[in-house]
């Protein structure tokens, strides 16, 4: 099995990472359609719990789902997750002007950190999922993003994601590279490439949302997918 970074050099990572993710127009360059999914999750959480009170923003970084989501429902209270410091000083920065709700940051792996259960109205997790590494990680996690719903919340999902089949994965990996050469170059389609393999393991829509079902959530929703990014989530 290829080594994979441990979570505290993709701490470090993200440390030094302010600036990339902190535009709201346009996302980060590497995602495709990155403010696509950006919008339509935040839209279907709306939708899904109108009167929503409380957001928790799993692997935060600089607050782009949070501001999105209070353009939508302002006057949440919002709980901001992240592995960084950094990320999370200028999610803060940027959150508190865009709500009269309180603003709760907690520092760290939301697997170990303790948090209150049947609490949050909506949950978001942007680009943060793919971070997972075996079955029973992926399980574990969900689970306990089930529980901290309350009942009829949401959990809202926009990540790096496979193909169902081994054929059709590497077939959407070389159209990414396609796209990020189109961007830059084939440096930059290669720094990106050797970036994924090292950090990130993804798995396919199916299997996530398989996952939510197995675990209790009610309904999934699949909102966006263009070759290896997607959109989706599960009700309560």
């Known amino acids: 099995m290829q080594y994979k970074s441990t979570i505290e050099e993709i701490r470090n990572r993200f440390d030094n990472d302010v600036a990339r993710f902190s535009n709201l127009d346009t996302g980060q360059v590497s995602t495709i359609d990155a403010s696509v999914p950006l919008e339509l999750i935040t839209e279907a959480a709306k939708r899904i719990v ?12 600089a607050g782009n789902y949070t501001l999105k989501m209070l353009q939508k429902l302002p ?4 709980t901001l997750v992240d592995l960084s410091k950094p990320m999370l000083d200028k999610a803060v920065e940027r959150v508190s002007t865009n709500t009269n709700g309180t603003v709760t940051t907690m520092q760290g792996d939301i697997r170990s950190l303790d948090l209150p259960e049947n609490h949050f109205d909506i949950i978001l997790a942007g680009a943060v999922l793919h971070h997972l590494r075996e079955d029973a990680d992926w399980e574990t996690t969900f689970t306990k993003l089930y529980r901290l719903l309350k009942p009829g919340g949401c959990l809202m999902i926009s990540d790096l994601v496979i193909q169902e089949s081994a054929a059709m994965t590497a077939y959407t990996w070389e159209r990414y590279g396609d796209y990020l050469e189109s961007v830059k170059d084939k440096t930059y389609r290669q720094q990106v490439m050797d970036y994924i393999a090292k950090e990130d393991s993804p798995r396919s829509v199916t299997y996530q949302t398989e996952l939510m079902k197995k675990i209790g ?3 999934t929703e699949l909102l966006h997918k263009n070759m290896c990014f997607a959109a989706f989530g599960g009700i309560k």
């Open 50 to 61: 109108p009167a929503a009170s409380t957001l928790l923003d799993v692997g935060c970084g």
């Open 217 to 219: 959530f009610r309904s």
């Open 75 to 78: 006057g949440l209270h919002c």
